[in-house]
């Protein structure tokens, strides 16, 4: 069975810092990845996924992911956060031998962004 | 384009009553599916849908019922709620089943069942 774990529930950064999230995932085939955000009350968005054409993923309103077989992540990044990057984000994993697109889901991390 | 409409928006329920959740899509996706969010587990699945006409079990389908009768709608039953059910709603569709399409969620529905 496939799952994703994603390493702390909440993140703080100082606006302009460096975000990292992290994500692993385990899966028994080369799987699809995904990163999603939600803000607050509202429903889920796509940031950004990866199907195997390129390792570096880049996504909307500057992040970015990297594909790291060897070490079974995917951990998001942005350069330099912004208030408007307070969100929550999930990470999940999608099965590419199953005809549905059924989706495992992190359990989220919670970006926080000070001044 | 509306996207996904689910309604209620919210909804406070006694145990033992029947509830449909709705969502409607206009984008005429094929896939559509339910999941239920709970502080710390994240989203998990509940029912999908392929295509109209035939629908699928996810991770966490006893209570939950559902049926595709045509592209654009997918409903979400609880035939008799229990506080356990207590949760956040979201239905999302995809243009296809296949596991590299993106998923499109809804705004979601808050549920409470005392």
């Known amino acids: 069975a496939q799952s994703v774990t994603q390493l702390g529930s909440h993140v703080s950064v100082s606006e302009g810092a460096l975000v990292l999230l992290r994500c692993n995932y385990s899966s028994s085939v080369p799987p699809y990845l995904f990163w999603y955000v939600q803000y607050p009350n509202q429903g889920l968005q796509l940031l950004l996924k990866y199907t195997s054409a390129a390792t570096l993923v880049k996504g909307i309103n500057g992040f970015e992911a990297e594909f790291k077989k060897s070490e079974t992540s995917f951990h998001l990044t942005k350069p330099s956060a912004h208030m408007s990057d307070a969100a929550e984000y999930f990470c999940?994993?999608?099965?590419?031998?199953?005809?549905?697109?059924?989706?495992?889901f992190g359990t989220g991390t919670r970006l926080q962004v000070t001044l | 384009i509306a996207g996904i409409t689910q309604a209620p928006t919210s909804q406070i329920l006694a145990a033992g009553r029947r509830m449909t959740l709705r969502c409607t899509q206009d984008m005429r996706h094929n896939a559509m599916y339910w999941y239920r969010q709970d502080l710390g587990l994240g989203l998990r699945l509940i029912h999908y849908s392929n295509t109209a006409g035939t629908t699928g079990k996810g991770e966490v389908p006893d209570g939950y019922s559902v049926s595709r009768a045509n592209t654009d709608d997918f409903p979400l039953t609880l035939a008799s709620a229990v506080p356990s059910q207590t949760s956040v709603y979201f239905c999302?569709?995809?243009?296809?089943?296949?596991?590299?399409?993106?998923?499109?969620f809804g705004p979601g529905t808050r549920l409470t069942v005392l």
């Open positions: 999302a569709s995809s243009d296809h089943a296949g596991g590299y399409n993106e998923q499109f």
């Open positions: 999940a994993v999608s099965d590419r031998t199953g005809t549905a697109s059924k989706l495992t």
